[in-house]
C-alpha cells in the first residue's frame, strides 16, 4: 500500500535535547512537507522541499532543521533552539509543489518536551 | 495577503441532521485553489476536495457537497444526513498559484452525537 509513514506515534523528550521525527513516503512525490499543529489552530508549514536536496523555510521554521538526501524521506529535527516544541507534528506530500496538487498527510507525531 | 477564515469553531448535531461548514478566504491571485480536508481524531488529515478559481460549478459526493461562490469569496461545505463517523475536525485550505504554499483555516470541530 502506498503511504507516508510517520515514526513514531509518540515522543516524549527532555528540554535542551534535540528529537529528530521520521518520514517516509512510498508514493513516488516530488514535494514534501513539514507541519507543526497546536491545539485549536490550523496548520503551520515550518519547512518544505520541492526535489531532492533542496527545501525551503516556512512560516516558522526557527529552531527546526531539516535534510532532503533521499526523494522517499524527509526528517525533521527540533532543536534545542526552538522555545516550545511540544506540538503535533504532520508530514505531507505531493506528486509535484504545483498548486493544483493535493497533499496527502501522515497520521503525525505528537511530541511532548518536558 | 492569503487567509482563510472558518468561522465556527465547533458545531454539535445530532445523527441524520445536516451541517454547513463555512469557509471565507482572501487572496489578490485571480489563479488558485480550495481544498478541504477531514481529520478524525486518529489525527491523519484526508483529502476531501479540490476546486480550482475557474470552476464554481458546485459538488456532490455521496452525502458531502460543496458550495463555491468566488463573488463572496466562499467555499462551503455540506455534510448531508449527518451520521456519528463524520466526527471530525474539517480544513478549509487556500493555495494561490503565485504563492504555492496551503494556507489553512483554523478548521471547524463537528460532533455528531447518535
Given at each position: 500500500d502506498g503511504g507516508i509513514t510517520q515514526s513514531p506515534k509518540y515522543l516524549f523528550r527532555k528540554e535542551g535535547q534535540n528529537v529528530t521525527l521520521s518520514c517516509e513516503q512510498n508514493?513516488?512525490?516530488?514535494a514534501m512537507y513539514w507541519y507543526r499543529q497546536d491545539p485549536g489552530q490550523g496548520l503551520r508549514l515550518i519547512y518544505y522541499s520541492q526535489i531532492v536536496n533542496d527545501f525551503q523555510k516556512g512560516d516558522i521554521a526557527e529552531g527546526y532543521s531539516v535534510s532532503r538526501e533521499k526523494k522517499e524521506s524527509f526528517p525533521l529535527t527540533v532543536t534545542?533552539?526552538?522555545?516550545?516544541?511540544?506540538a503535533f507534528y504532520l508530514c505531507a506530500s505531493s506528486?509535484?509543489?504545483?498548486?493544483g496538487y493535493e497533499q496527502y498527510f501522515g497520521p503525525g507525531t505528537r511530541l511532548t518536551v518536558t | 495577503a492569503q487567509k482563510v477564515t472558518q468561522a465556527q469553531t465547533e458545531i454539535s448535531v445530532v445523527e441524520k441532521e445536516d451541517v454547513t461548514l463555512d469557509c471565507v478566504y482572501e487572496t489578490r491571485d485571480t489563479t488558485y485553489y480550495l481544498f478541504w480536508y477531514k481529520q478524525p481524531p486518529s489525527g491523519e488529515l484526508v483529502f476531501l476536495i479540490r476546486r480550482n478559481s475557474f470552476d464554481e460549478q458546485n459538488e456532490i459526493s455521496g452525502r458531502y457537497s460543496w458550495n463555491f461562490q468566488k463573488s463572496t469569496s466562499s467555499f462551503n461545505f455540506t455534510i448531508t444526513a449527518?451520521?456519528?463517523?463524520?466526527s471530525a475536525v474539517y480544513f478549509c485550505a487556500l493555495r494561490p498559484l503565485s504563492w504555492g504554499k496551503f494556507q489553512f483555516g483554523a478548521g471547524t470541530q463537528v460532533v455528531v452525537t447518535p
Open positions: 508514493l513516488n512525490h516530488d534545542s533552539a526552538q522555545k516550545n516544541p511540544t506528486i509535484g509543489a504545483g498548486s | 449527518s451520521q456519528v463517523v463524520d
